[in-house]
């Protein structure tokens, strides 16, 4: 995505700052006052997926959100940083340096599990909250085919042009929507059109499939000793809800919350439904939680 040309009409603006903390150039977009919500969106994403959480956190706190490496406007610094535990890794330092310390991170999808991850590295740790978290393990065949699949297309240069070339269209973007479960807006459905038309998201998106590795996540859950909400939309087709009931399972301090009538991106479809479940287990949040990060 080009800064200069794609930026200006994209949603909240306004709030987005570039940031060369190596090995990315980062976008990120920030506002009002008061402990720090870090927003992780998932793969193939970007900060647009929160346009309308956004507005609904600043009420009360200061909001951070991100662009994942090689994704919406981050540029990438190196291709072999796109893993779970590299952004982990660069998102942790991203935070020291901004002197971000999150009372809670809110990841979705493939950001979910990366939340979880962070919650390992930062100190004090935040809060978690998951959103159809990408934390199962394929079976059967899908196991070890569509990882090589990935790693396939991910390793020839080519890839991405190609992907890009087989036509980013509104009708393409609304089939591959609807298969996860989401009905979009048409303003929701031209963001990500713009998204799978652009040739370096694509490959960041590929890159980051490609190295993906949740194992060292599962294993650890029963050693996040935080508060975690796992939220998941029970008409979700691109991570079944049984995935987050487990993880909670799991999780010393975990709760399960199953969001009726919505699918895998059920924050662009009713960001209110979604959120009012996670402002009320936010003010029930132990002191220690809520005062992770001061206000500003």
């Not at 297309?153 to 298969?179: D, E, K, N, Q, V």
């Not at 799991?250 to 059920?266: C, E, N």
């Amino acid at each position: 995505m080009d800064w200069d040309r794609d930026l200006p009409d994209w949603p909240h603006s306004g709030l987005s700052r570039r940031i060369a903390q190596r090995p990315h150039l980062w976008h990120v977009q920030e506002t009002g006052t008061g402990d720090t919500v870090l927003l992780l969106h998932g793969a193939g994403a970007s900060t647009h997926s929160w346009r309308d959480v956004i507005p609904i956190l600043a009420r009360q706190f200061r909001v951070v959100a991100l662009d994942l490496p090689g994704q919406g406007f981050t540029r990438l610094g190196s291709r072999a940083r796109c893993s779970l535990a590299h952004m982990t890794e660069d998102i942790a330092a991203l935070c020291a340096a901004q002197g971000w310390h999150p009372a809670v991170v809110i990841g979705h999808s493939a950001g979910g599990a990366i939340a979880l991850n962070l919650a390992r590295r930062l100190r004090p740790a935040p809060a978690v909250v998951c959103l159809n978290a990408a934390l199962g393990r394929f079976d059967g065949a899908a196991g070890w085919l569509f990882p090589i699949l990935a790693k396939l297309m991910a390793a020839t240069p080519l890839a991405a042009l190609a992907f890009t070339a087989a036509g980013a269209s509104p009708a393409r973007t609304r089939r591959l929507i609807a298969s996860t479960g989401s009905r979009l807006s048409d303003e929701g459905i031209g963001y990500y059109t713009r998204l799978t038309a652009d040739t370096a998201h694509v490959d960041g998106t590929l890159q980051m499939m490609a190295r993906w590795n949740v194992d060292p996540v599962l294993d650890w859950l029963p050693r996040i000793e935080t508060p975690c909400l796992m939220l998941a939309a029970e008409g979700d087709r691109a991570v079944a809800p049984e995935i987050s009931r487990r993880a909670a399972d799991r999780l010393p301090l975990g709760q399960f919350q199953a969001i009726p009538g919505l699918g895998h991106l059920a924050h662009e479809e009713d960001p209110d439904a979604v959120m009012r479940p996670v402002l009320d287990w936010m003010s029930d949040l132990p002191p220690a939680c809520k005062s992770a990060s001061p206000a500003r």
